[in-house]
């Protein structure tokens, strides 16, 4: 039997800069399924996405799947991606997460959520948190700029793309830099010396940790998981009852910390080059 794709759609160029098309999964011209594939909004036109890819209940566990998403492949290699990435809901990780690890993905960062308490919790005795001023603002972004990109290169991102993504989101996001409406800045002190940093954003009915860092000297003392309470604190008094971050693979601490908090995986993202 052959697995095809054939297209539903024309290609579609979005206003962004990225591309998509839907395509039918068919197995000797027959139906089974569809995929939706992409490029990456963060990433530029070299790094496709697999947005979607389903296959009916009847046609499943016969390799349609697997044979789909390999062709998905052959088309990002004609659009000119080097790299390919999916991002898989908790919900329905087990099957997925097998299928695309058979191809070669890999894990890459984890989107993580946790249902606050009603009541904010205490810091550590001897903590604090005070507002960042602008001094501590222009330090910290420019050292969080270079590690932002030392992240995704280290991950099989081009140095001018991690370079490009790094330049983009940050504008994106603080386009008035430390006044930037929604977003708190904070730093920790412990028995009146600075040992870390907090990025808080306030969504509609979320926040969500953008950066969060103990300062070296500092580490191993508890103080990132002091940092992790303010952010629990600060997302309570604005009325965000759920707080979500992102944890690269790898970063074994990191995972531990926000496991022994209470957080909860919510979305798996994978990525593979295309060789």
Known sequence: MTTTLRPLEPLQ?????TRSRRYQVCVNSRPVGEIHLGTSPSL???????????IAEADRRRGRGTVAALAAEEVARGWGCRQIETV?????????LRLFGALGYTLRNRGMEKRLDAAPPALPPGSRARPMSEAEFADWQAHEHERYIRT?????????????????DHARLLPRGLATEGMLFSVLEHEG??????????????????????????????????????A????LEAGRPLLGLNVFAGNIPAERLYESLGYETVTYSLSKPLL
């Open 232 to 235: 629990e604190r600060q997302a």
């Open 13 to 17: 160029q979005h206003p962004d800069g």
């Open 88 to 96: 898989v809901p908790a919900a329905s990780a087990d099957i997925a």
């Open 152 to 168: 995704w290169a280290e991950r099989g991102v081009p140095d001018a793309i991690a370079r490009a993504k790094a330049r983009d």
């Open 193 to 230: 010396t600075r040992v870390g940093t907090l990025w808080l954003a306030l969504r509609e009915d979320a926040a969500y940790v953008y950066d969060v860092e103990a300062d070296a000297a500092g580490r191993g003392q508890g103080h990132g998981r002091a940092l992790m309470l303010l």
């Open 44 to 54: 530029g036109d070299t790094v496709a996405r697999v947005d979607d890819l389903r």
